[in-house]
């Protein structure tokens, strides 16, 4: 699974369950990371290079 790594904008979004669009990230399941670094959720990238959650962790700083 690929990493994406989200800037703050992009982290609230998923953390609220959005969809985000992102570029330079192949279609298909990834690991999402927060802002700050953490494994935010697993997800997936469309052919429209839009990331949704599939499942979304709630991890506190410096773990994941």
Not at 2 to 27: E, F, I, N, R
Not at 31 to 57: I, K, P, S, T
């Amino acid at each position: 699974w690929q990493a994406v790594h989200l800037d703050a904008v992009g982290t609230q979004a998923l953390g609220h369950g959005q969809d985000v669009p992102v570029t330079g990230a192949d279609s298909g399941r990834c690991r999402a990371y927060a802002a700050d670094g953490r494994l935010l959720a697993l997800a997936e990238v469309d052919a429209q290079q839009v990331l949704r959650c599939l499942r979304r962790f709630n991890l506190p700083a410096g773990v994941g």
